[in-house]
């Protein structure tokens, strides 16, 4: 039995779920967001190369950069009342971005794997170093074997350079996400399932998406088949589902996220909130350009696609972050994610 595609994965995980279900009214209610975000430009593909710690299009460095940052983009949060790990004042994924563009500033080439796949851990600590000086980013040696893995496959069989990854998939977004999976076993992020094996695909999906806002969905960014790759099942998107009521956990499932106990990565609880994040958003996108085409035919659908509207989600957990923290987040520590 093979294993499913992120698609098929959060269909069949639906499907069977024992812990939360789907509410389509709350997805509806999304809708109305995503339609208003598509006509102020809060949806834009432009957004991405427009952010100040993102690489332009034209930087000759932009997709080792991006490979390298969705390498380390993973586990950013701490327990309970402990120091966030800050750069720059930014936490997580954006700390993340501040440091590799320190790194860069200071003249260390950070973004070339012969230089990150025999990084040591202190080398790669200090690259990190918090603004405090004291907070260390977590999983710091998981963070130096995934540079290794990456880095020796990237220069043994790729030159060295992530582009040429992309230019071996004649522009299929299906193809490059089956490359790096099979290629690079730290993005393999899959599961089993209620006898099958699923996939999330979440820090794969997320590079190629990178990619293709990066360069706006042209030359190295055009993908023939985008609409394959979906939403980044992380553990903060699926709060902004469960605020509109486009999911809803049970009894069992809340209690449980209300103790703060730590979640095994591919338990049955787990791959219910990631699979049906993915699920709804696959759903939502659907219900956006049905929506788009039949009541607004003045605004294009084409950059319409799971990658955008989980940049939008995204952004709406940070933007809403105090406002949301009544909906527990699942906790897991996992390279994944």
Known sequence: MGTLSPAESGEFIVKNAKFLKINEQGIKTLVKE????????????DNFSQHEYHPKSTDIFATNWIFLVDTLNFCFWTPGNATKWKVEGQTGYFALCAAVNRALKDGINITNPTFYSKITLPELEQILRSDDGQTKV???QERVQCLHEVGKTLL??????FENCIKACSNSAGELLKLIVDEFPCFRDEAEYNGQQVSIYKRAQILIGDVWACYRGKDLGYFSDIDRITMFADYRVPQVLVHFKAIQYNDQLMTLLKTDKLLTNGCPEEVEIRGASIYVVERLKEMVIAELKANHPDISVKHVNAVLLDHFLWDYRRKHATEL???PFHKTVSVYY
């Open 34 to 45: 995503v339609i208003t975000g598509v006509r102020t430009k809060l949806i834009d593909v």
């Open 156 to 161: 043994q069989k790729y030159d060295g350079k």
């Open 325 to 327: 923290e009544y909906i």
């Open 138 to 140: 977590p999983l710091l």
